[in-house]
């Protein structure tokens, strides 16, 4: 009887012990970019050739500006596809404000869900982080493989946003027949 | 009264075991990421954009303007960045 009592408190104190470990101990997604950008600088400094320790600088910065400025131009297309919407859904009088797939059942449901889905894409690509993983010693593979990934990512987006466009056009032609 | 002490000692033990991997192990980490402090590649900031405010009214025609709407990731965006790959 004791050492039942004894087991139990032991694992109870076990697991209060563990619960803040694990919390203390997580990695956060911030964690894995600073470490990512101590990696990179650490092996710039080992780029003995000034021109293309500035070639691979210039590059990292034409990574993250290329991915602002196309998701920039997609945030422009989500505004407009809202104002689309929210003038459809004055015109039909439509008030329901419906977005969790499931929840509503008419086009103007779904086009606003897809157009929510869209804009969290954008707003996701938005903090991505393409900083290229030089420390093989390769240059030009990392930097192309980094940029294949920002180039398949951007397209990825891309494809949601037709995606949306697709159901906002079925609700105009639902309701504007 | 034996058995208890036992107990205490054995959650000490795993305490100290715990305490080990996050103060010292992940303490020794921070040390080793903070030694470039100054970041020698700061990435250049981007300054958010004013957001683009639509206004549509009755008279729009609002296929139209959808049609407009067209998301593309043109090929001369990575334009600059290409040459500088090519380059090096």
Redesign the interface.
Known sequence: M??KI?LV??TI??FL??T??IV??RVTPNDIY??T??D???N??KVSDPN?KQ????????????N???C??????I??????L???KS?QNITSNVVAFGMGNTPMDSAEYYLNYAQEAVAYQKIQDYTPQIGSGN??QA??NS?NNL?SS??T??GK??RA?TE??KA?DYY?K | MKNIQIFILIGLIILAIGGYFVLIKDGSQTLQSSASSDPIVPLTPSPSPTPAVFKFDKSTDLKSELQTVNPKVEDNDFESLNKIISAI
């Not at chain 1, 691979?56 to 993250?64: E, K, R």
């Not at chain 1, 920039?72 to 297309?77: A, T």
């Open positions: 004791n050492l004894y408190g032991l104190l076990i012990s563990l803040p470990i203390l101990a600073q470490q950008r101590a990179f600088e650490a710039l400094n293309q070639q691979i600088i210039q590059a990292d910065q034409d990574l993250n500006q290329i602002q400025t196309v920039q131009r997609f945030d422009i297309d505004a407009k596809m809202a104002a689309i929210e003038e459809e015109r240059y030009k930097l192309t940029m180039q951007l397209e987006v891309q946003i037709l466009k906002v056009k105009l504007e």
